[in-house]
Protein backbone atom coordinates (compact mmCIF):
# COMPACT_ATOMS: atom_id res chain seq x y z
CA UNK A 1 0.00 0.00 0.00
CA UNK A 2 1.60 3.16 -1.22
CA UNK A 3 0.18 7.05 -0.07
CA UNK A 4 1.26 10.18 -1.09
CA UNK A 5 0.31 12.58 1.89
CA UNK A 6 1.07 16.08 1.28
CA UNK A 7 0.88 18.93 3.38
CA UNK A 8 1.68 22.88 3.81
CA UNK A 9 -1.69 24.14 1.77
CA UNK A 10 -3.36 27.37 3.18
CA UNK A 11 -4.60 30.71 2.60
CA UNK A 12 -2.33 33.34 1.64
CA UNK A 13 -2.03 37.25 0.82
CA UNK A 14 -0.96 38.21 -2.79
CA UNK A 15 2.66 38.20 -3.07
CA UNK A 16 3.42 35.54 -0.13
CA UNK A 17 4.50 32.56 0.06
CA UNK A 18 3.98 28.89 0.63
CA UNK A 19 5.83 25.55 0.84
CA UNK A 20 4.26 22.18 0.05
CA UNK A 21 5.56 19.05 0.97
CA UNK A 22 4.45 15.70 -0.06
CA UNK A 23 5.58 12.66 1.22
CA UNK A 24 5.40 8.88 -0.66
CA UNK A 25 4.51 6.40 2.28
CA UNK A 26 4.46 2.69 1.93
CA UNK A 27 6.12 -0.20 0.12
CA UNK A 28 8.21 1.68 -2.43
CA UNK A 29 10.98 -0.04 -4.33
CA UNK A 30 11.90 3.00 -6.38
CA UNK A 31 10.91 6.50 -7.41
CA UNK A 32 11.04 8.12 -10.91
CA UNK A 33 9.36 11.51 -11.74
CA UNK A 34 7.25 13.68 -8.85
CA UNK A 35 5.61 16.52 -9.41
CA UNK A 36 2.96 18.82 -8.35
CA UNK A 37 -0.71 19.51 -10.45
CA UNK A 38 -3.67 21.47 -9.70
CA UNK A 39 -7.34 21.96 -10.20
CA UNK A 40 -9.26 24.73 -10.01
CA UNK A 41 -13.17 25.28 -9.79
CA UNK A 42 -14.58 24.03 -13.05
CA UNK A 43 -10.68 23.73 -14.94
CA UNK A 44 -8.93 20.56 -16.17
CA UNK A 45 -5.86 19.83 -13.70
CA UNK A 46 -3.31 21.28 -14.78
CA UNK A 47 0.96 20.38 -14.07
CA UNK A 48 2.66 22.70 -12.01
CA UNK A 49 6.21 21.74 -12.06
CA UNK A 50 7.84 17.98 -12.27
CA UNK A 51 11.60 16.59 -11.25
CA UNK A 52 13.33 13.87 -12.37
CA UNK A 53 15.21 10.89 -10.01
CA UNK A 54 17.93 13.08 -11.22
CA UNK A 55 16.50 16.55 -10.15
CA UNK A 56 16.39 18.20 -13.43
CA UNK A 57 13.12 20.11 -13.66
CA UNK A 58 10.37 21.38 -15.95
CA UNK A 59 8.05 24.28 -14.80
CA UNK A 60 4.48 25.25 -16.00
CA UNK A 61 5.16 28.90 -17.89
CA UNK A 62 2.66 30.25 -15.32
CA UNK A 63 4.71 29.77 -12.79
CA UNK A 64 8.25 29.54 -14.18
CA UNK A 65 10.52 32.49 -11.56
CA UNK A 66 7.77 31.72 -8.82
CA UNK A 67 7.64 28.35 -7.77
CA UNK A 68 10.75 25.96 -7.54
CA UNK A 69 10.35 22.05 -6.68
CA UNK A 70 12.91 20.37 -5.09
CA UNK A 71 13.09 16.48 -4.05
CA UNK A 72 14.87 14.84 -0.86
CA UNK A 73 15.05 11.14 -2.52
CA UNK A 74 16.29 9.84 0.89
CA UNK A 75 12.48 10.79 2.76
CA UNK A 76 10.67 10.02 -0.46
CA UNK A 77 9.59 13.72 -0.51
CA UNK A 78 8.82 16.32 -3.14
CA UNK A 79 8.50 19.96 -2.47
CA UNK A 80 7.42 23.20 -4.02
CA UNK A 81 8.29 26.40 -2.78
CA UNK A 82 5.77 29.07 -3.65
CA UNK A 83 6.28 33.02 -4.13
CA UNK A 84 4.60 35.79 -5.34
CA UNK A 85 1.39 34.03 -4.91
CA UNK A 86 -1.04 35.53 -6.91
CA UNK A 87 -5.37 35.17 -7.33
CA UNK A 88 -4.87 32.77 -9.92
CA UNK A 89 -2.78 30.11 -8.07
CA UNK A 90 -6.11 29.22 -6.22
CA UNK A 91 -6.66 26.00 -7.25
CA UNK A 92 -6.15 22.23 -4.95
CA UNK A 93 -3.07 21.31 -5.40
CA UNK A 94 -1.84 17.79 -5.98
CA UNK A 95 1.18 15.45 -5.90
CA UNK A 96 2.48 12.82 -8.10
CA UNK A 97 4.78 10.27 -8.12
CA UNK A 98 5.53 7.62 -11.08
CA UNK A 99 7.00 4.64 -9.16
CA UNK A 100 7.40 1.21 -8.42
CA UNK A 101 6.47 -0.87 -5.36
CA UNK A 102 8.98 -4.03 -5.73
CA UNK A 103 11.29 -4.23 -9.17
CA UNK A 104 8.98 -7.25 -10.29
CA UNK A 105 5.97 -4.50 -11.29
CA UNK A 106 5.77 -1.39 -13.85
CA UNK A 107 6.05 1.89 -12.72
CA UNK A 108 2.74 3.24 -12.00
CA UNK A 109 1.00 6.86 -11.13
CA UNK A 110 0.24 7.40 -7.58
CA UNK A 111 -1.66 10.64 -6.59
CA UNK A 112 -1.90 12.61 -3.12
CA UNK A 113 -5.31 13.49 -1.86
CA UNK A 114 -4.99 17.26 -2.68
CA UNK A 115 -4.34 20.34 -0.76
CA UNK A 116 -6.08 23.55 -0.88
CA UNK A 117 -4.07 26.61 -1.91
CA UNK A 118 -6.23 30.04 -1.61
CA UNK A 119 -4.51 33.31 -2.22
CA UNK A 120 -6.71 36.64 -1.19
CA UNK A 121 -6.45 39.65 -3.26
Known amino acids: QVQLVESGGGLVQTGGSLRLSCAAR????????MGWYRQAPGKQRELVAI???????SYADAVKGRFTISRDNAKNTVYLQMNSLKPEDTAAYYCNADLRTTQWVAWAHYWGQGTQVTVAS
Open 26 to 33: GSIFSINT
Open 51 to 57: ISSGGST
